[in-house]
């Protein structure tokens, strides 16, 4: 039986990277997610990969995008003013279907905001860039989940691939919790498409500009959709803590969700029937499951620690059948358990 171990977040994605045969990471620093390149500055060349500080963010992701290109399983780290910078460089990987893992923490907004966690790059994971595309989008909460999520992370992105987005926070990076490490991956699968050099082979060509609309551009774009289509069929996660019999139901992911799970003890110890689902997969959003669960409870309350932006496919998901409220935390700070009680307790 394994041991556990005490890791800090942003250390335990590292290590997993390294279980995961991750071969190339390329990043810039910013806070709180610095200590994910700065652990792997060390232990990535001990292993035989490449580190790569890069001159900027731009930088980083399109040096991703060449290490994807050639075949390696690759990846960047940053938080959340970094992702923005990002942003076009991930929507050519879309195009080019190439697989990486990206990790988020993010940290308060808009702008450079601050250093604390934040869950307000919802919106930015799951429906970011130009183009109709998709990523993969997993919200771990907890350093464990971290740790899990960023093996999983890179397994799913090669079998689709896809970007590959692990959206942590602040608090989470810098939270130091008992683990076990995964089991180190065996080989990272074969990758017909990589460009390593013709070798007496045809010509093998990655590209995101396609000029003739009808006969490239729009194919491409059905064959992307049909991609998706079998991650959301195959590849929603979800969670759910005393749901069975609710009257109310709390709809929390990440860190929030451990916070609204203590609401939904203490409530039960009020007498009041509530309960928690928690969206592990942010995309493919688990929204089938949502919409039955919404069939047999009284109301729905979005915790966040956002302004609000996933309780907008929690109200896409549940399809009018009950009512959602909201309540959100910002700028750094934690929904309060209390705050949390108060409101569902009001809905008596």
């Known amino acids: 039986m394994k041991k556990k171990i005490l890791m800090r977040g942003n250390e335990a994605v590292g290590e997993a990277a390294l279980?995961?045969?991750?071969?190339?990471?390329?990043g810039y620093p910013i806070t709180p997610q610095n200590e994910i390149p700065e652990y792997l500055s060390t232990r990535l060349p001990e292993r035989g990969g490449v580190f790569l500080q890069a001159e900027s963010e731009i930088g980083a992701i399109n040096m991703v995008m060449g290490a994807a290109a050639a075949?390696?399983?690759?990846m960047t780290t940053t938080s959340s003013p970094g992702m923005t910078l990002k942003?076009?460089?991930?929507?050519?990987?879309?195009?080019?279907?190439?697989?990486?893992?990206?990790?988020?923490?993010?940290?308060g907004g808009p702008g450079l905001g601050n250093i604390s966690g934040a869950q307000s790059d919802y919106f930015q994971a799951t429906r970011s860039g130009h183009g109709d595309f998709r990523s993969i989008v997993l919200a771990p909460e907890n350093v464990q989940e971290l740790a899990d999520h960023t093996i999983k992370a890179f397994e799913l992105s090669d079998k689709y691939r896809m970007i590959a987005i692990v959206l942590g926070d602040g608090y989470l990076a810098q939270m130091s919790e008992p683990l076990v490490l995964p089991d180190p991956v065996k080989s990272a699968p074969e990758r017909?498409?990589?460009?390593?050099?013709?070798?007496?082979?045809?010509?093998?060509i990655i590209a995101s500009l396609r000029l003739i609309p009808e006969t490239s551009l729009d194919a491409h774009n059905h064959d992307l959709q049909k991609k998706y289509a079998e991650v959301k069929k195959n590849e929603v996660l979800f969670d759910t803590y005393k749901?069975?019999?609710?009257?109310?139901?709390?709809?929390?992911?990440?860190?929030?969700?451990?916070?609204a799970k203590q609401a939904v003890r203490n409530l039960r110890n009020s007498g009041i029937k509530a309960g928690l689902f928690r969206p592990i997969t942010l995309w493919p959003f688990p929204s089938d499951q949502l919409e039955a669960l919404s069939k047999?409870?009284?109301?729905?309350?979005?915790?966040?620690?956002?302004?609000?932006?996933?309780?907008?496919?929690?109200?896409?998901s549940v399809k009018g059948n009950v009512e959602v409220d909201f309540y959100g935390r910002t700028g750094g700070m934690l929904p309060e358990i209390d705050k949390i009680v108060e409101r569902v307790k009001s809905y008596e």
């Open 192 to 204: 017909s498409y990589a460009l390593t050099g013709a070798k007496g082979r045809e010509q093998r």
């Open 19 to 26: 279980l995961a045969g991750c071969k190339a990471y390329f």
């Open 243 to 259: 749901t069975d019999d609710a009257d109310y139901v709390l709809v929390a992911y990440g860190l929030s969700a451990r916070i």
């Open 87 to 107: 942003q076009e460089s991930i929507s050519y990987l879309a195009g080019n279907e190439l697989p990486c893992v990206i990790v988020n923490m993010v940290r």
């Open 71 to 74: 075949g390696v399983r690759t």
């Open 296 to 316: 047999k409870t009284k109301k729905m309350l979005a915790v966040e620690m956002s302004m609000g932006q996933m309780v907008e496919d929690v109200k896409l």
